[in-house]
């Protein structure tokens, strides 16, 4: 994870080189479990952070990194649990720590308003996946590094030169490991952007 961490840091900083082309966003996502992570938590996660730091390639075309936490959390009444071929019943709260970290792309498409900018974005990247089912005393943990893609559309609504609300629809579509089925889910964002 400190690698992560430091591989992070270099990218922020070369991308700082130039700041009067780069943006900051911060939002709060809603998150709803989709496909395999849905069968194991089927209620939306009310739980994370996403931050991204984009730089301008064009006028309407932005190059970033983004990174982020999202949390899903369910307590399930008495129920089977399998894992492979065995097999646990009681009751389970059962968590998901997911950590994307993906670079990507933004096309903002100007419609004639200076003040509201559609645009749709595509990224790939990495999710780090924590997946901990907990009985009483006893836990089962699974964890994976997931390729992932992540498709994305959004609104722009600038309300000054350098700051924005932002509104976005993301899709993280996690791929499969050998320890744990891709953990894919559909992101509601809300944040600001913020011009340096």
Not at 77 to 82: A, M, S
Request: hydrophobic fraction near 40%.
């Amino acid at each position: 994870m400190k690698a992560v961490i430091l591989l992070l840091l270099v990218a922020l900083g070369s991308m700082g080189a130039s700041a009067q082309h780069n943006s900051f966003m911060a939002s709060y996502p809603v998150s709803f479990p989709m496909g395999d992570l849905h069968s194991y938590i089927n209620k939306p996660g009310f739980r994370g952070i996403s931050f991204e730091f984009n730089k301008a390639i064009s006028h309407e075309t932005y190059a970033g990194l983004e990174v982020g936490w999202n949390v899903f959390y369910q307590h399930v009444t008495k129920q089977e649990y399998k894992d492979g071929t065995a097999s646990v019943a009681g009751v389970q709260y059962r968590y998901i720590n997911a950590f994307p970290i993906i670079v990507g792309g933004k096309y903002y498409m100007h419609t004639g308003s200076k003040a509201a900018y559609p645009y749709a974005g595509i990224g790939a990247g990495t999710v780090y996946v924590e997946r901990a089912t907990n009985f009483g005393l006893y836990q089962i943990y699974k964890d994976a590094w997931q390729f992932c893609m992540r498709p994305e559309l959004g609104l722009d609504l600038q309300f000054s030169h350098h700051e924005s609300l932002f509104f976005a629809a993301k899709y993280f579509w996690n791929f499969n490991t050998s320890s744990l089925d891709g953990q894919s889910w559909l992101s509601l964002n809300m944040g600001v952007r913020v011009a340096m």
